[in-house]
């Protein structure tokens, strides 16, 4: 089995940082793509964030010049550091990553964390 376990969310003032961290654990012989998504109520999951395995990054038009995506691979971890937060910044934080479990299975499967909330206030 694999997991995806994300943690560092809370509650910030506005223009304040956090750091998010997740670890993908299990039956892992590598991960390709790994990434943040957020959803807020009554929005629908957005992409935050998507780091390649080479370091390659992309970011959400919102989030531009004020999060940066980072990740181990030693460690199976995606980072995701978030400064000058604001109040639109409140919603749930999912993790993602794109694993391959075995030497044999050539095959790429989507996991994701199960969310970290993140609150923004004003």
């Known amino acids: 089995q694999v997991q995806l376990v994300e943690s560092g969310g809370g509650l910030v003032q506005a223009g304040g940082s956090l750091r998010l961290s997740c670890t993908a654990s299990?039956?892992?012989?590598?991960?390709?793509?790994m990434g943040w998504y957020r959803q807020g109520p009554g929005i629908q999951r957005e992409r935050v964030a998507v780091?390649?395995?080479?370091?390659?990054?992309n970011y959400g038009d919102s989030v531009k010049g004020r999060f940066t995506i980072s990740r181990d691979n030693a460690k199976n971890t995606v980072y995701l550091q978030m400064s000058s937060l604001k109040p639109e910044d409140t919603a749930v934080y999912y993790c993602?990553?794109?694993?391959?479990?075995?030497?044999?299975?050539?095959?790429?499967?989507?996991?994701w964390g199960q969310g970290t909330q993140v609150t923004v206030s004003s």
């Open positions: 993602n990553a794109d694993i391959r479990k075995t030497s044999s299975d050539s095959r790429y499967y989507a996991y």
């Open positions: 299990g039956s892992i012989f590598s991960i390709n793509g």
């Open positions: 780091i390649t395995s080479g370091g390659n990054t």
